[in-house]
């Protein structure tokens, strides 16, 4: 259990109020239209969304995950985290192509990219998908807020998961993605400067850079300090063959969308930015954040190790960065890097809830049901969304213990078999909506073969997680690329007016040649002047 | 003759070049750089501040290669927005296309 003093009180308190009024200030303008609701009116500076992306995506569980992998596997470990390298080759590949789509969510973008029936079950299908996907994260996030919190203060786990979450839904009904954008901003340094402190403390509490690394040397482990130290080309549980594939899932996945489950909260944020520029900017500078951040998480977990060896429950020591907060600072810190924790956790929850209301108002509602519908009605429905999003999150927060297995298994389901098809998406005219479809269902079912049945049943060996995705990969190629030949093209209008607005990357020769048949674009080194090559 | 591209048409900032691969490189590489440069800071001072630098001179040779290209592609993409977005909103409303 944690005392506080009353300057940690303090410090928690004015944090929480200052947060809520900052993201409340901004609620005139986030009831002015739609896109004001859910993408701040798309005129954001590239700093803004970068930020949210970096705040989103250091939720409160992140530490603890982190904490894990370095504990387990040494400074090598921090390669588990650069699986958001993918927006490294995002930023100026798919992030420009999606910016000029103009999508709101990836699933409006389907039915831009695709045409016909296809394309609307697909958007229908990605938008329900999205929705479930937001209140499991939500769900999952808000449970580790309650394992943090019963252990500082010996709340039962409801607690921490109801009500911190429901102080964010404050500003987020208030004011939409301007109230999460505003807080974020402010939230991201926040947490900056709790994790900078919290790491150089516990840098320093283990010796500093020299005792850590002499500590280590006694112990014959240096090991631990080689970000390169891997089990073997195949064999142990952190193999170079993971690295290889990791490298290929996480650089190469740039070139598509919706190829990492970030992809979805990245998608609003890049329509938020004012100009392509600032989009790609944003979406480069947030990972630059999310990845120099683990830096100094590793360094910290480094420290605790040294400090405390040979833990061996999981659960033990992925509360290594927690611990350090919450036993070393000295008394009066403890309130400020609790009101981290809570700005680390509100940042993620109102990110989250705001996304998934955009796609129940937007591409269930407006484009299903109401697309008449006004803009202060729209507004209305994403705020009925918005608390539809925040109790699914209870609801499956509270049955949290049972179902992690399920939520790590849904996570990648998105991850291996559709891979290859988000990327095909993009990058090549001729892959239509029914072969993207029919991978997504493909996928369903040939990942509970490989990762359950066919292990169970004694007819595939259980194979390491880089070895079920080469495979889920291969077998899906053998579904959808025959029902992509065997069902007819996009329609070469629909292609057109997309290839013109979008610009896409790859293979899109019949369409480009299209597109310069009719005037809409010229050849390399002609210009285009009101239509006329 | 400068190594990247300064001044682009519209058109031309729009097809895919050299300076879109050197960008996804640097960029790759300044992440790595970046990420293990600063967690060794912690640890080796010396070296992982010589390779936080290295780092830094990955994402200067990315802002260089991809910088004049996204202004122009932006500033032109900006003027035809309006109608883009015109065009979104007709196919939200089930409206045919012109």
């Known amino acids: 259990m944690v005392v506080f003093t009353f300057w940690d009180w303090l410090w928690l308190i004015l944090y929480i109020v200052v947060m809520v009024f900052s993201g409340v200030l901004f609620y005139t303008l986030g009831k002015r239209s739609e896109s004001d609701f859910f993408l701040a009116g798309r005129g954001l500076p590239w700093w803004l969304p970068a930020s949210s992306v970096y705040a989103t995506h250091t939720a409160t569980d992140t530490p603890m995950w982190m904490s894990g992998v370095i504990y387990r596997y040494g400074l090598a470990g921090i390669w588990y985290s650069f699986f958001a390298a993918w927006c490294a080759v995002s930023a100026y590949v798919s992030t420009r192509i999606f910016r000029r789509s103009l999508a709101y969510s990836q699933a409006e973008w389907q039915t831009l990219r695709f045409s016909g029936l296809g394309s609307e079950l697909l958007r229908g299908w990605m938008a329900g998908w999205q929705v479930y996907m937001n209140m499991m994260i939500l769900g999952w996030v808000g449970m580790a807020m309650g394992k943090v919190c019963h252990y500082a203060f010996g709340w039962d786990s409801w607690v921490g998961l109801v009500l911190f979450s429901s102080i964010c839904a404050i500003y987020v009904l208030a004011a939409g993605y301007w109230g999460v954008v505003i807080a974020d901003f402010q939230q991201g340094i926040v947490v900056f400067l709790g994790i900078l402190i919290v790491s150089i403390w516990g840098v320093y509490e283990a010796g500093g850079p020299a005792g850590i690394v002499q500590r280590l040397d006694q112990m014959g482990e240096t090991w631990r300090l080689n970000p390169f130290h891997f089990t073997g080309w195949f064999t142990g549980d952190f193999p170079i063959a993971w690295f290889a594939t990791m490298l290929f899932i996480a650089l190469l996945g740039g070139l598509g969308m919706g190829t990492t489950i970030d992809w979805y909260v990245e998608a609003q944020r890049i329509q938020s930015a004012k100009t392509v520029r600032d989009a790609s900017y944003s979406i480069w500078g947030g990972t630059a954040l999310v990845l120099t951040r683990n830096s100094l998480w590793a360094a910290c977990i480094l420290g605790f190790y040294v400090l405390n060896p040979g833990i061996e429950k999981l659960a033990d020591y992925e509360l290594a960065w927690f611990r350090v907060g919450f036993e070393k600072l000295p008394p009066g810190m403890v309130g400020f890097f609790f009101a981290a924790i809570v700005a680390i956790h509100l940042s993620t929850v109102a990110s989250i809830l705001n996304l998934g209301a955009l796609y129940i108002t937007r591409d269930l509602y407006q484009h299903y049901l109401n697309p008449h519908a006004s803009e202060r009605r729209l507004i209305w429905v994403g705020r009925f969304a918005t608390i539809l999003v925040l109790l699914g999150s209870f609801l499956y927060g509270s049955i949290m213990d049972n179902i992690t297995e399920w939520l790590i298994f849904a996570i990648w389901v998105m991850a291996a078999g559709v891979w290859l098809p988000n990327v095909l998406q993009v990058i090549w005219w001729r892959f239509n909506s029914w072969g993207y479809l029919s991978s997504w269902i493909a996928n369903l079912g040939l990942s509970w073969l490989v990762v359950w049945i066919l292990p169970q049943a004694g007819l595939l060996p259980t194979l390491p997680d880089y070895a079920q995705f080469w495979l889920l990969m291969l077998l899906g190629l053998l579904i959808y690329v025959p029902i992509t030949f065997l069902t007819k093209p996009d329609d070469m209008d629909h292609l057109v007016r997309y290839y013109v607005q979008s610009r896409p990357l790859g293979f899109w020769g019949p369409v480009r040649r299209e597109a310069e048949r009719r005037g809409l674009i010229g050849p390399p080194n002609t210009e285009v002047i009101n239509g006329t090559v | ?98």
């Open chain 2, 1 to 98: 003759m400068a190594l990247f591209r300064k001044h682009w048409t519209a058109h031309e900032a729009d097809e895919w070049t050299k300076e879109d691969f050197w960008a996804c490189v640097f960029s790759s590489l300044s992440y790595v750089f970046l990420m293990i440069g600063l967690a060794l800071c912690f640890l080796y001072p010396l070296l992982g501040i010589a390779i936080t630098i290295l780092g830094g001179v990955f994402v200067w040779l990315m802002y260089i290669a991809i910088d004049p290209k996204l202004r122009t592609i932006s500033a032109d993409y900006e003027e035809k927005q309006k109608a883009y977005l015109r065009n979104l909103d007709r196919i939200m409303k089930w409206e045919q296309h012109d």
